[in-house]
Every structure is written in C-alpha cells, then in structure tokens.
C-alpha cells in the first residue's frame, strides 16, 4: 500500500483532473494534495460548464493550455469529464487516462446520446428499486449521500450548471491511444451504478472496472482511495 505521506517512487507524472458537469477544478480540492504530497504535480481543471458557446473541443482546448507543454500526463477524468479525455489524448501526450464514475465515449458519440446509447437510466432505476431510495434524482439522494456536509453544504450554496449545448457535442476522436486505460467505479454510485460501469467498461473499452467505496463523487467521500489507486496504478 502507498502511504500518502511519503513521495511516490518513480518519475513525477502530471494527474490533469478534468471535473464533470459544471465543470468546478474545486470539486478536486481533497485529492490534488495528496497527489502533491506525494511527489507529483496535480492540475485541477476549471472548465466553463454554463457557457453556451463552449463544446467539447473548447473544453479538451482548455484542458491541453492547463496542461501547458508538460510530459508524462495522466489524465483523470470524472463523470461527464470522460467526454474530454479522449480529444485531450490526440493532442497532448498522455500516458493513461482514468476514467472515474465516467461517461465513456465512443468515437462520433454526444454525451445527449449517452444516456439512451447505454441505458443508463434503466440501470440506474433497478439500482434505486434494490437499495430501497427513490428512483426520482435529486442531488442528496444521488450525489451527496456520502458527502461530508462541509463539501454538501458548499455544493448546494454554489451550484455548478452546465449549459445544454455540451450534450449535442460530437466526441470527434478516431480511436483510443495505446496507453493504459483504467476505470474508477465507485461501489455505492447512485447515478452510474457498479454493474452498469463494468459492463460499460467492458463493452467500450474492453477493460475491466477498479472497484473503490465511495458514491459518484468519490474524490470528496473517498479522496485517500482514490489518491492510493492513482498513484499505485499511474504513478510509478
């Protein structure tokens, strides 16, 4: 197991962590330390989810100038951040992605499709009718049920909209870069049950799901496991 107080072996790797819808770096706040701490560089992404004119590419533009010319990039992608990894992986040189209780693209897909493309809400209504909560979302049920109410309570204060136009965004890649490609789920997700990823994760990228504790956003409930798995999977 790798102590978080210690620097990691290995060269230094640049973790770029590309936040979900809203796109708020901030969301990143407990994790990109503990990456620091141990020896690399972690580069928590703001990205303007409520403007309407940015789509996919702009995002991926805004992910490769926070990056900055840097090698050895690991790019760590949550949720609707999935959508931005791999156009970032045709410009800037990645060596792994992670997805994280991500949206997994294939090449010509928009995140509006998505859903529908890998039914999504089916899956994610038998998981509320099994664990006994509502099939109807609402944030506390489906994001903040594992949160401490530090980060719920600045959550709801300042709520992060992303505008509608990213989800008719064409995801314009040709095909996944030979790099490692590991995907997060997150054992207690709501909004992307576990079954539902690792059968995603098989059927798009032909690679078997991490399984770590935590809900949809697991680096505020779960940061040190997340933070353990990337540096013991990326960070050597």
Not at 102 to 118: K, L
Request: hydrophobic letters at 45%.
């Amino acid at each position: 197991m790798i102590e978080l107080d210690e620097r990691a072996p290995g060269r230094p790797r640049v973790f770029a962590l590309i936040p979900g819808a809203g796109g708020a770096g901030v969301y990143w706040h407990r994790l990109a330390p503990l990456l620091r701490a141990a020896g690399h560089e972690a580069v928590a992404i703001d990205l303007p989810g409520d403007d309407p004119s940015a789509g996919l590419s702009e995002y991926a533009a805004l992910v490769g100038a926070a990056v900055g010319g840097r090698r050895e990039v690991v790019l760590v992608a949550q949720s609707l951040g999935g959508f931005t990894a791999p156009l970032v992986a045709e410009s800037v040189p990645v060596s792994a992605i992670v997805f994280v209780n991500a949206m997994i693209p294939v090449p010509g897909e928009t995140p509006g499709a998505w859903w529908d493309n890998t039914r999504q809400s089916q899956a994610c209504a038998a998981a509320a009718e099994h664990g006994g909560y509502s099939t109807e979302f609402d944030p506390d049920t489906y994001f903040l049920h594992d949160v401490s109410p530090e980060d719920a309570e600045a959550i709801l204060k300042d709520p992060r909209s992303e505008d509608d136009a990213v989800f008719g965004s064409v995801c314009s890649f040709g095909c996944w870069p030979r790099i490692p490609i590991h995907v997060v789920a997150g054992a207690d997700d709501r909004l992307f049950p576990v079954e539902f990823q690792r059968r995603v994760a098989r059927e798009r990228l032909g690679v078997e799901a991490d399984i770590l504790p935590g809900g949809h956003l697991i680096a505020l409930s779960e940061p040190h496991a997340l933070a353990r798995h990337l540096l013991g999977t990326c960070g050597t």
